[in-house]
């Protein structure tokens, strides 16, 4: 067992269809991926995580994205959670899982809301994405000098026509 995760399940929550479920395990993998490239540069982090009928959260430290802005004009963080075919898993070297591109990026596709919030110890960023992805907050940047991290919250679009959480929530027990 993983000593990394601290998982919490806040109801008797009914959910997912397989397709749920994969996306949910994208974000998971995301945050394990930070943890495995912590370790690497000698950071150790925890992973948190939260779900209801409603709602997944995913908490985590290890190493974070930096609150900056791209080449592209975008932040960092946006860019790896909106636009398909971005991040740097796209190696032969790469931690983790993943080398497409697409993980979390779809869930942001097919979510009534995701909210992104991320800290480098310099800045906290904010973002919170509504109706797949058609409508935003933008960006919201303050200054932070806590520890660094990543957070979503994720309320997936199709979450009503679902079948049941359980397998979700064994997913996460057997991780933890």
Not at 24 to 31: M, P, S
Not at 51 to 75: C, H, I, Q, R
Not at 130 to 141: A, C, K, M, S
Request: hydrophobic share 35%; net charge neutral.
């Amino acid at each position: 067992m993983c000593s990394n995760w601290t998982v919490k399940r806040s109801s008797n929550a009914s959910g997912p269809s397989h397709g749920t479920l994969d996306l949910a395990r994208e974000f998971l993998a995301n945050a394990s991926d930070a943890i495995a490239k912590g370790k690497l540069a000698g950071q150790t982090g925890q992973i948190f995580v939260d779900f209801d009928a409603t709602k997944l959260s995913v908490e985590n430290g290890g190493k974070v994205m930096p609150v900056k802005k791209g080449e592209d004009g975008l932040y960092i963080p946006e860019r790896n959670f909106t636009e398909l075919r971005s991040g740097d898993n796209f190696t032969d070297h790469c931690v983790g899982a993943g080398m497409n591109g697409f993980g979390g990026k779809l869930g942001c596709i097919f979510a009534d809301e995701l909210r992104v919030e991320c800290g480098d110890t310099e800045s906290r960023y904010t973002q919170t994405w509504y109706d797949n992805r058609t409508r935003t907050t933008g960006p919201q940047i303050e200054p932070d000098s806590g520890p660094g991290f990543v957070s979503i919250a994720w309320k997936p679009s199709w979450r009503s026509s679902a079948a049941i959480w359980n397998p979700l929530w064994a997913i996460f027990r057997w991780r933890a």
